[in-house]
């Protein structure tokens, strides 16, 4: 069993720098694919960057540039770094975990079985 907890979602103003910690504990998975998605008020979730065990990582296209995701060694910490932060980026972000072969990408289907995080707000003011 998978459990994911996030952290480091704070204010900050227009241009400025965030790294968001998840803590993944996905003891017994040898493949896997942890993923930040986001959700605005009043917006649909979206993905915003996955990557798996190997250390293979795609970013949404809306990002792209800007954040970048990692993962420690152990695989039991994700992290985003996201950088020239807009206001356009305020949401909840919110971190996932599943095991599995299945591609990685943050596709909020792919994740339909897995572990959600409860999320961290970012607020990026103008």
């Known amino acids: 069993q998978v459990h994911v907890m996030e952290s480091g979602g704070d204010s900050v103003q227009t241009g400025g720098s965030l790294r968001l910690s998840c803590t993944a504990s996905?003891?017994?998975?040898?493949?896997?694919?942890l993923a930040w998605f986001r959700q605005a008020p009043e917006k649909k979730r979206e993905g915003v960057a996955a990557i798996n065990h190997d250390g293979t990582s795609t970013v949404a296209d809306s990002v792209k540039g800007r954040f970048t995701v990692s993962k420690d060694d152990t695989g039991n910490i994700l992290y985003l770094q996201m950088n020239d932060l807009k206001p356009e980026d305020t949401a909840m972000y919110y971190c996932?975990?599943?095991?599995?072969?299945?591609?990685?990408?943050?596709?909020?289907?792919?994740?339909?079985?897995?572990?959600w995080g409860q999320g961290t707000q970012v607020t990026v003011s103008s």
């Open positions: 996905a003891s017994g998975y040898s493949t896997f694919c």
């Open positions: 996932a975990a599943r095991g599995g072969l299945l591609g990685c990408y943050p596709d909020e289907w792919r994740f339909a079985g897995g572990t």
